[in-house]
């Protein structure tokens, strides 16, 4: 535990990443882009009798890829059950997820509210503070469209793209800082089984939550890999009796850990972020 916490906490003093502090269980920072020039929001509505197609089914959980105005590189998974939308997005420069809300209809006009985070300790995140929106329309695995401000007088345009997870082993060390907080996993991954070891430090220690430093022998993450995608079980220290759910993927841009059943207990494991691999530039 004492080599993870180490890890952390020299990695913080080295940290420029931009955020929030993480001063709240489960509490990501929400960022919404600066320097940026307010555009006309286009048009996303479907013409009439327009057809609005995509390849992708009326249920899906995928990640896609794109830019938010001209500056910043975004993450999104996208979790899509009949008409309804969940899931989060990241800007790649700072790595922390901001969940969302959103609605879908028949020829793919999408709505999406982005929140700030509201712990409920009942296994799950309830939305707290609206933080923006995006409007626009699915077709052919591409979302373009509008991302507006809480005041409604800044817009920018958007747009992603579907990306499929890489097909690599996610062995190794992976972590995020956000000023004075960090998260850190180990991962061993053999064949279609993985296991690891998660620690998170938050605001400058005064948080720690390490179950287990030995990913290896005492893992306090385990699951199995389905097409490139690790779906895990992981316990927070600071609650043995409950587990939390969490998926992990590695994107182009690193490796995306998403927490899809939180514990139901207290629990300072990150939620949704962006993670870079152990001796990587961030």
Same mark, same amino acid.
């Given at each position: 535990?004492?080599?993870?916490?180490?890890?952390?906490?020299?990695?913080?003093?080295?940290?420029s990443c931009g955020g929030n502090n993480q001063t709240t269980p489960n509490n990501t920072a929400n960022k919404t882009p600066s320097n940026e020039s307010a555009?006309?929001?286009?048009?996303?509505?479907?013409?009439?009798?327009?057809?609005?197609?995509?390849?992708?089914?009326?249920?899906?959980?995928?990640?896609?890829?794109?830019?938010?105005?001209?500056?910043?590189?975004?993450?999104?998974?996208?979790?899509?059950?009949?008409?309804?939308?969940?899931?989060?997005?990241?800007?790649?420069?700072?790595?922390?997820?901001?969940?969302?809300?959103?609605?879908?209809?028949?020829?793919?006009?999408?709505?999406?509210?982005?929140?700030?985070?509201?712990?409920?300790?009942?296994?799950?995140?309830?939305?707290?503070?609206?933080?923006?929106?995006?409007?626009?329309?699915?077709?052919?695995?591409?979302?373009?469209?509008?991302?507006?401000?809480?005041?409604?007088?800044?817009?920018?345009?958007?747009?992603?793209?579907?990306?499929?997870?890489?097909?690599?082993?996610?062995? #190794? +060390?992976?972590? &995020?800082?956000?000023?004075? /907080? !960090?998260?850190?996993? %180990?991962? $061993? *991954? @053999?064949?279609?089984?993985?296991?690891?070891?998660?620690?998170?430090?938050?605001?400058?220690?005064?948080?720690?939550?390490?179950?287990?430093?030995?990913?290896?022998?005492?893992?306090?993450?385990?699951?199995?890999?389905?097409?490139?995608?690790?779906?895990?079980?992981?316990?927070?220290?600071?609650?043995?009796?409950?587990? #939390? +759910?969490?998926? &992990?993927?590695?994107?182009? /841009? !690193?490796?995306?850990? %998403?927490? $899809? *059943? @939180?514990?139901?207990?207290?629990?300072?494991?990150?939620?949704?972020?962006?993670?870079?691999?152990?001796?990587?530039?961030?």
């Amino acid at each position: 535990m004492k080599k993870q916490i180490a890890l952390i906490l020299l990695l913080l003093s080295f940290s420029s990443c931009g955020g929030n502090n993480q001063t709240t269980p489960n509490n990501t920072a929400n960022k919404t882009p600066s320097n940026e020039s307010a555009v006309t929001e286009p048009n996303t509505t479907s013409t009439p009798g327009e057809s609005k197609t995509s390849s992708l089914p009326s249920s899906f959980s995928k990640y896609f890829s794109g830019t938010l105005g001209e500056k910043n590189t975004i993450q999104m998974r996208i979790t899509r059950k009949d008409k309804d939308l969940s899931g989060f997005y990241l800007y790649e420069k700072i790595g922390m997820g901001i969940p969302f809300l959103g609605k879908i209809d028949d020829k793919g006009n999408v709505e999406i509210t982005e929140y700030t985070y509201v712990t409920n300790y009942e296994g799950k995140i309830d939305p707290g503070e609206k933080t923006g929106s995006f409007k626009g329309i699915l077709a052919n695995n591409k979302i373009e469209g509008t991302w507006t401000n809480p005041k409604g007088d800044k817009t920018l345009p958007f747009s992603i793209v579907l990306q499929e997870p890489i097909k690599e082993k996610l062995t #190794g +060390t992976w972590y &995020i800082t956000d000023k004075k /907080s !960090g998260f850190n996993i %180990d991962l $061993i *991954q @053999e064949g279609d089984k993985i296991k690891g070891a998660a620690c998170a430090v938050i605001d400058d220690g005064r948080k720690i939550d390490c179950l287990s430093e030995d990913a290896k022998n005492d893992p306090n993450i385990e699951g199995t890999v389905t097409d490139n995608i690790a779906t895990v079980t992981f316990q927070s220290s600071f609650d043995m009796e409950s587990k #939390g +759910t969490a998926t &992990i993927a590695l994107t182009n /841009s !690193g490796l995306i850990w %998403d927490v $899809i *059943q @939180e514990p139901t207990g207290e629990s300072y494991i990150f939620s949704h972020c962006l993670m870079k691999k152990r001796n990587e530039k961030k």
